[in-house]
């Protein structure tokens, strides 16, 4: 199946999201269609944008087996998955920070690693329009910081140095070449 995801190079991933007025029927099917798309192309969290809407709106399932410390132990025990996150918003942070690797569904085949904060705390709605606070670290911390910078229209190539753009440029063209051939 061709990736129904929009790729580096549409204008509608620099777009900053709209806050959602109200959880209806329709921002929850918004939501379940976002999930089925992320699944479908095997990622572990998707934006609204992604798929060229403007909701302030994502979707994670981050798997409890990639996402442990270094003693093997779950790093968000009892933290359910997937979830949709509706309005979210950081309101806590941790000084100590950590450096991964970071793959996106609109950047076929482009690995970057980022330098995010280890631990967030998030505030939300969820799918029952219910305000939720969550703690994370770990690669969910990681996760919902990368897909918080798609509702604001930051990209995984806004954190690659010079250098790396340089490195990588053939792949950025490649995949700008795409999305204009293919119009998403
Ligand atoms: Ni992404």
Request: charged share 25%; aromatic share 6%.
């Amino acid at each position: 199946m061709a990736s129904p995801i929009c790729v580096y190079g549409n204008p509608v991933l620099r777009e900053k999201s709209e806050p959602v007025k109200e959880v209806t029927a329709e921002i929850r099917a918004l939501a379940d269609r976002m999930l089925g798309i992320m699944y479908s192309q095997e990622g572990i969290g998707l934006a609204a944008e992604q798929i060229g809407h403007t909701e302030a709106i994502f979707v994670l399932d981050v798997p409890v087996s990639a996402d442990k410390n270094d003693q093997g132990l779950p790093n968000n025990p009892g933290v359910k998955m997937p979830q949709t996150f509706i309005n979210p918003e950081i309101i806590g942070e941790s000084e100590e920070t950590a450096v991964a690797e970071e793959g996106c569904l609109s950047f076929p085949k482009l690995y970057v690693p980022v330098e995010r904060p280890a631990e967030v705390v998030l505030r939300f709605l969820d799918r029952d329009g219910n305000t939720q606070v969550l703690n994370a670290r770990g690669l969910l911390a990681r996760a919902i910081q990368h897909e918080l910078d798609h509702l604001d229209g930051v990209l995984l190539v806004d954190h690659m140095t010079p250098a790396m753009k340089l490195k990588n440029a053939l792949r950025l063209r490649g995949i700008k070449k795409w999305y204009k051939s293919r119009g998403y």
